[in-house]
Antibody
Framework: EVQLLESGGGLVQPGGSLRLSCAAS????????MTWVRQAAGKGLEWVSA????????EYVDSVKGRLTISRDKSKNMLYLQMKSLRVEDTAVYYC????????????WGQGTLVTVSS | EIVMTQSPATLSVSPGDGATLSCRAS??????LAWYQQKPGQAPRLLIY???TRATGIPARFSGSGSGTEFTLTISSLQSEDFAVYYC?????????FGGGTKVEI
């Protein structure tokens, strides 16, 4: 059974940093493409970042480039999102999601972790 | 960036009715289009990928169609568990983008 379990969310001041983690199990994490998607309260879904399984190359939405960094530890089956220079508008539930395998559609999602950026 | 526009924003239906949800892309995404269902307090669930292929375990009452810029999600004979918000997402190019969602309510 595929499981994705996010952690690391919390309250942080504007300009602060946070690292989100996603523990993956039940599939071959090392070769899987993975993504982070966020959702502000009462709003829609916004794709944030992606990492390819084949070479760990990455993609980002423009609004987070230079501030958020996706990475993975294949030995621990862990996906990360390092967040710095956080802004109020980064406040959201952050989901990690597994890419189905053919095309960047997302077949398994974690339960999400809430990041609140506020003074 | 490809902008995905969903309509209507809200769809009021009764159990047993059919529902047709629309998704339009600002430029062609070929068939690189997925549909997700999200219930309150839950993560999204993949329903349809490649515009018309049902994901594993998805009931046959859900069907997708379209290509290029116009797509449709059809739910035949709505069940109580189908009342939720539905999102489309393209994966034709970077960045991936989602539509704003259609809420299907009683």
């Amino acid at each position: 059974e595929v499981q994705l379990l996010e952690s690391g969310g919390g309250l942080v001041q504007p300009g602060g940093s946070l690292r989100l983690s996603c523990a993956a199990s039940g599939f071959t994490f090392s070769t899987s493409d993975m993504t982070w998607v966020r959702q502000a309260a009462g709003k829609g879904l916004e794709w944030v970042s992606a990492i390819r399984g084949v070479d760990d190359s990455t993609e980002y939405v423009d609004s987070v480039k230079g501030r958020l960094t996706i990475s993975r530890d294949k030995s621990k089956n862990m996906l990360y999102l390092q967040m710095k220079s956080l802004r109020v508008e980064d406040t959201a539930v952050y989901y990690c999601a597994k890419v189905r395998g053919s095309g960047w559609n997302l077949d398994y999602w974690g339960q999400g972790t809430l990041v609140t950026v506020s003074s | 960036e490809i902008v995905m526009t969903q309509s209507p924003a809200t769809l009021s239906v009764s159990p047993g009715d059919g529902a047709t949800l629309s998704c339009r892309a600002s430029q062609s995404v070929s068939s690189y289009l997925a549909w997700y269902q999200q219930k309150p307090g839950q993560a999204p669930r993949l329903l349809i990928y490649d515009a018309s292929t049902r994901a594993t375990g998805i009931p046959a009452r859900f069907s997708g169609s379209g290509s290029g810029t116009e797509f449709t999600l059809t739910i035949s004979s709505l069940q109580s568990e189908d009342f939720a918000v539905y999102y489309c997402q393209h994966y034709s190019s970077w960045p991936l983008t989602f539509g704003g969602g259609t809420k299907v309510e009683i």
